[in-house]
């Protein structure tokens, strides 16, 4: 395996100052197919605990159902106006089933045999299906929703697109527009990626932080 690409740390702070939560996208401007084809690979790509990947990225592109996320997210533009809207979905609840569709991918991507995980598919099962962590495991898979978000933004920065995380949204009214009924998936938050607008205001406004020395702290 080839070495990544590294950025000095003067590259990657200057990419995090550029980035912003973009309030106004450049309706006109697209995201280029590679440069989105990597954007969907960093989604797939994306951490999660024990590796267990309890998400889907819904792909919004059809106009029509975008309009109507638009009114089920306070009327935000970016949702119609971005080139691209992604929307994270977890599982709302885990089974053994799920863990053994898991387990057999290890196996199929490592060449191992199921059996040689046994002990590590029982770690699992025991944790998040009949552990002490099942009663919240919808609320443990948003978690890993979140992480996913955050390699998507970061990674969307790196290529220079822009992105916009949406909480502000009814994650009921997405899932009836999105048909989730029964599909054992749920909406956690959207995503917006393209290009900022030239007449938004906060693209130029300073980040606004609390100082170092008061969030980060070395024991």
Avoid at 91 to 98: G, S
Avoid at 99 to 104: G, L, P, S
Avoid at 129 to 136: I, M, Q, S, W
Wanted: glycine share 6%; aromatic share 8%.
């Amino acid at each position: 395996m080839t070495t990544a690409t590294v950025l000095s740390p003067e590259e990657l702070l200057k990419v995090q100052e550029w980035r912003y939560a973009t309030k106004q996208f450049d309706r006109d401007r697209k995201v280029p197919a590679d440069l989105w084809s990597a954007l969907e690979k960093s989604l797939v790509l994306s951490p999660s605990s024990f590796g267990l990947q309890p998400w889907k990225f819904l792909v919004i592109q059809d106009p029509a159902l975008r309009a109507k996320l638009k009114a089920a997210s306070w009327g935000q533009g970016q949702i119609e106006d971005a080139s691209h809207l992604v929307v994270f979905l977890a599982k709302e609840t885990l089974t053994e089933a799920d863990v053994d569709h898991y387990v057999a991918r290890v196996a199929e991507v490592r060449h191992q045999a199921p059996e040689s995980l046994a002990a590590y598919r029982g770690m699992m099962v025991g944790t998040l299906v009949t552990g002490p962590r099942a009663a919240t495991v919808d609320a443990w898979a948003a978690r890993q929703a979140y992480i996913a978000l955050g390699n998507f933004m970061t990674s969307a920065a790196l290529l220079g697109v822009d992105t916009c995380p949406m909480e502000g949204l009814d994650a009921a009214q997405y899932d009836q527009i999105l048909g989730l009924a029964g599909t054992g998936y749920h909406t956690i938050v959207a995503c917006p990626a393209g290009y900022r607008s030239t007449g938004d205001k906060y693209a130029e406004l300073a980040k606004v932080r609390f100082p170092e020395a008061e969030l980060v702290d070395h024991r």
